[in-house]
Every structure is written in structure tokens, then in C-alpha cells.
């Protein structure tokens, strides 16, 4: 008996940190589309012009190589982030300024409307 809870809480252990594991590359990858936008298109600058000056001394394709490389350091930084992440058991509901992933809102302050002077003053009397 006590096998079959233990292989059952294993199997439930490694589900946890696959699902963690998935929610940290998905939640990297956004935040790098979104946030690190100017990152991005300053590695697409360098990117294009390292193609330009390797395409006259490689004989290869000079975008194929840059381009591959360049993906492929982007897709393993994502990698090793969330798996650094999930080794060290953050989860993702742990971490405050990442309200969006979990629906919650984030007001800076409450509204203020144009007719508030007029009208809150009738309200709270």
C-alpha cells in the first residue's frame, strides 16, 4: 500500500515541476517579446550587421548563422531560466510584479471622475 501512495505522490511531484517548469518558459518568453522589445531590435541591429561583415569572409550562409545563433541563445537563456527557477521552487504566484499571469489587477489609484466634486459631496453626507 504504501508503494502505490508513494509512486502516486512521485508522479504528482513531477507533474508540479513540469507544469512549473512550463508556466516559467511561457512567462519568460512573453516577458521577453513584450518588456525586452528594445532589446530585441538592438540584437537584430548587431545581428544584421555581423551578417553583413561575416558574409564576405564566410563562405556559408552568413544570415543562416547569425540567425540560428541568435535564436537559438534567446530560446536556451529562456530554457535555463526557468529551469534555475523552478530548481530553486519559485512559483510564479510568489513573484509580485507578475499580477497579470494571474488575472489580478494591479490599480495605480482609484478613478476620479470629472463629476466627483459635484457628487461625492451628496454621497458621503
Known amino acids: 500500500m504504501e508503494l502505490v501512495q508513494r509512486e502516486n505522490w512521485d508522479r504528482h511531484q513531477y507533474l508540479a515541476i ?3 517548469f512550463l508556466i516559467w518558459s511561457f512567462t519568460l518568453t512573453v516577458c521577453l ?5 528594445p532589446v530585441v531590435v538592438l540584437m537584430m541591429t548587431v545581428g544584421a550587421l555581423l551578417t553583413i561583415i561575416l558574409q564576405s569572409v564566410l563562405p556559408i550562409s552568413a544570415v543562416l548563422l547569425v540567425a540560428g545563433s541568435m535564436i537559438g ?29 494571474h488575472g489580478e489587477a ?11 466634486p459635484l457628487t461625492c459631496a451628496l454621497h458621503q453626507n
Open 106 to 116: 494591479n490599480p495605480l489609484q482609484d478613478p476620479i471622475y470629472a463629476a466627483c
Open 73 to 101: 541563445v534567446n530560446v536556451c537563456a529562456i530554457i535555463v531560466g526557468a529551469a534555475v527557477l523552478t530548481i530553486k521552487r519559485v512559483h510564479p504566484e510568489q513573484v509580485s510584479w507578475l499580477r497579470w499571469l
Open 33 to 37: 517579446l513584450v518588456i525586452g522589445f
Open 18 to 20: 513540469v507544469k512549473s
